[in-house]
């Protein structure tokens, strides 16, 4: 099955009077979502490490690092963008890809768009490219890459930055399967990073080498043009020996779009989205039984066997593990009775009466998610035995956010506005939704980058 070609095709073809009126609208939110946790991300201390290295770097100022106050070459703006947008774990999530989709496409999308003066129009049709053909990468796939320890997100990323930044530069079906070649070869990027500053790292990095893989081809750059299904090629390397589904990337791409179904999920909290059924759980526990730290036993959340996987620090020392500990954000969840941006820091986590809670919270497997069937299942139980002998249980299996449970337009702007807080001055963050709702309307990228 000529895999590789038939993205390629879908690349050159797609049009956004062709793509469903819904996907732009869903993708116009994902892109302001990105956009303010990406300003947010521009303040932590990974930015300012990123930022050092950048201006060491130089390139030429075409592209904006958001944020930052200066301009650079197209894919290390890319690159820092990226990974400011992943800095925080407050991006959003497609299950398909098991990943975040936006945090790699959209950074190139916007620095290629900024470089070459592209519309509203062409920026919006190129993230939705990216986004499905990264997804449509996921379905035929996954499990086994993401079981396999690679990082979805930087894996799959790359080809969707890639496709996004060829659609842009409107290369030929031919430059495009080249660009997928190409990126191919840069896909990269393991789980076990998680909690640190290199799991962000991987969006930026994505970002970047799809930018650079998209230039490469235009220039008449040359890579393998069957690169997805070739003997040696990508599905077989990070699925593993028929351990990968060719026929599910190509027989659904663009029917329909995976921004529509399954959809794309938007963050209330800045932690791994496994956390979120959890905290949402351990939340509404605390709200309607009025559950007081000091009355706890113990805690026990239930869940599928991949969480752990996921969520791979039971005892954090930092906010970075902080964000991927089941333990410690239901037992933040508990003590404050709320979760936010101000509580992932390492004071907090580390603070004593953190960690005397996250002593007291285990995982188990819940039986019915303990196949490979239900590896994607986020559904999480929450267990809580107070001290007098009482018991509380609340099970989520869909977090607020998610497609099924969705955040609302006007929900989504005020997270925004969140975000760019003290970054961007009142009038600059009504006119930077503005122009992102009415994205087609924009007449060159410039017009939005510049408020960034």
């Given at each position: 099955?000529?895999?590789?070609?038939?993205?390629a095709e879908f690349i050159v073809d797609a049009d956004l009077g062709k793509i469903p009126p819904?996907?732009?609208?869903?993708?116009?939110?994902?892109?302001?979502?990105?956009?303010?946790?990406?300003?947010?991300?521009?303040?932590?201390?990974?930015?300012?490490?990123?930022?050092?290295?950048?201006?060491?770097?130089?390139?030429?100022?075409?592209?904006?690092?958001?944020?930052?106050?200066?301009?650079?070459?197209?894919?290390?703006?890319?690159?820092?963008?990226?990974?400011?947008?992943?800095?925080?774990?407050?991006?959003?999530?497609?299950?398909?890809?098991?990943?975040?989709?936006?945090?790699?496409?959209?950074?190139?999308?916007?620095?290629?768009?900024?470089?070459?003066?592209?519309?509203?129009?062409?920026?919006?049709?190129?993230?939705?490219?990216?986004?499905?053909?990264?997804?449509?990468?996921?379905?035929?796939?996954?499990?086994?890459?993401?079981?396999?320890?690679?990082?979805?997100?930087?894996?799959?990323?790359?080809?969707?930055?890639?496709?996004?930044?060829?659609?842009?530069?409107?290369?030929?079906?031919?430059?495009?399967?080249?660009?997928?070649?190409?990126?191919?070869?840069?896909?990269?990027?393991?789980?076990?990073?998680?909690?640190?500053?290199?799991?962000?790292?991987?969006?930026?990095?994505?970002?970047?080498?799809?930018?650079?893989?998209?230039?490469?081809?235009?220039?008449?750059?040359?890579?393998?043009?069957?690169?997805?299904?070739?003997?040696?090629?990508?599905?077989?390397?990070?699925?593993?020996?028929?351990?990968?589904?060719?026929?599910?990337?190509?027989?659904?791409?663009?029917?329909?779009?995976?921004?529509?179904?399954?959809?794309?999920?938007?963050?209330?909290?800045?932690?791994?989205?496994?956390?979120?059924?959890?905290?949402?759980?351990?939340?509404?526990?605390?709200?309607?039984?009025?559950?007081?730290?000091?009355?706890?036993?113990?805690?026990?959340?239930?869940?599928?066997?991949?969480?752990?996987?996921?969520?791979?620090?039971?005892?954090?020392?930092?906010?970075?593990?902080?964000?991927?500990?089941?333990?410690?954000?239901?037992?933040?969840?508990?003590?404050?009775?709320?979760?936010?941006?101000?509580?992932?820091?390492?004071?907090?986590?580390?603070?004593?009466?953190?960690?005397?809670?996250?002593?007291?919270?285990?995982?188990?497997?819940?039986?019915?998610?303990?196949?490979?069937?239900?590896?994607?299942?986020?559904?999480?139980?929450?267990?809580?035995?107070?001290?007098?002998?009482?018991?509380?249980?609340?099970?989520?299996?869909?977090?607020?956010?998610?497609?099924?449970?969705?955040?609302?337009?006007?929900?989504?702007?005020?997270?925004?506005?969140?975000?760019?807080?003290?970054?961007?001055?009142?009038?600059?963050?009504?006119?930077?939704i503005d122009l992102v709702f009415n994205l087609e309307a924009v007449k060159k990228a410039a017009?939005?980058?510049?408020?960034?």
């Amino acid at each position: 099955m000529e895999a590789t070609k038939a993205l390629a095709e879908f690349i050159v073809d797609a049009d956004l009077g062709k793509i469903p009126p819904e996907a732009g609208e869903l993708g116009k939110q994902a892109i302001l979502d990105c956009l303010g946790v990406s300003l947010a991300g521009s303040r932590d201390p990974l930015a300012l490490k990123m930022v050092a290295l950048l201006r060491d770097m130089g390139g030429r100022a075409k592209a904006t690092v958001w944020g930052r106050k200066f301009r650079t070459s197209s894919p290390l703006a890319a690159f820092a963008n990226g990974a400011f947008a992943h800095a925080l774990d407050f991006d959003d999530i497609n299950r398909t890809m098991r990943g975040h989709p936006t945090v790699p496409v959209l950074p190139a999308v916007l620095a290629v768009g900024e470089e070459i003066q592209a519309s509203g129009k062409a920026i919006l049709a190129a993230y939705l490219v990216g986004f499905e053909v990264e997804a449509k990468l996921g379905a035929g796939l996954n499990p086994h890459l993401f079981e396999n320890g690679w990082h979805p997100t930087a894996v799959l990323g790359v080809m969707g930055a890639a496709a996004a930044a060829a659609k842009l530069l409107r290369l030929s079906a031919e430059k495009a399967r080249h660009a997928l070649g190409i990126a191919a070869s840069e896909a990269s990027g393991l789980r076990q990073n998680f909690g640190t500053m290199t799991k962000p790292f991987h969006a930026g990095h994505a970002a970047k080498n799809g930018v650079i893989a998209a230039k490469l081809a235009q220039k008449g750059f040359t890579a393998d043009p069957d690169i997805v299904e070739g003997k040696l090629g990508y599905a077989r390397a990070f699925a593993g020996p028929e351990k990968y589904n060719l026929a599910k990337i190509t027989e659904r791409l663009g029917r329909p779009y995976d921004i529509l179904s399954p959809g794309v999920g938007l963050k209330r909290f800045p932690s791994c989205a496994r956390t979120h059924p959890g905290i949402d759980a351990m939340l509404d526990l605390v709200q309607v039984n009025d559950i007081r730290p000091q009355d706890v036993e113990s805690i026990v959340c239930q869940g599928s066997y991949t969480t752990p996987t996921m969520l791979i620090h039971s005892r954090p020392k930092t906010a970075l593990e902080g964000k991927f500990s089941m333990e410690f954000c239901t037992a933040l969840a508990l003590l404050e009775r709320k979760v936010g941006l101000p509580h992932f820091k390492d004071q907090k986590v580390q603070h004593p009466s953190i960690q005397e809670l996250v002593r007291k919270v285990r995982f188990e497997i819940r039986p019915d998610l303990a196949t490979i069937e239900n590896s994607g299942n986020p559904s999480t139980t929450v267990k809580v035995l107070l001290k007098d002998g009482r018991e509380f249980a609340k099970t989520v299996d869909e977090a607020k956010g998610t497609p099924p449970n969705p955040l609302t337009p006007e929900e989504i702007k005020d997270k925004y506005r969140q975000c760019v807080k003290g970054i961007q001055k009142r009038n600059e963050m009504e006119k930077t939704i503005d122009l992102v709702f009415n994205l087609e309307a924009v007449k060159k990228a410039a017009n939005l980058t510049r408020l960034l």
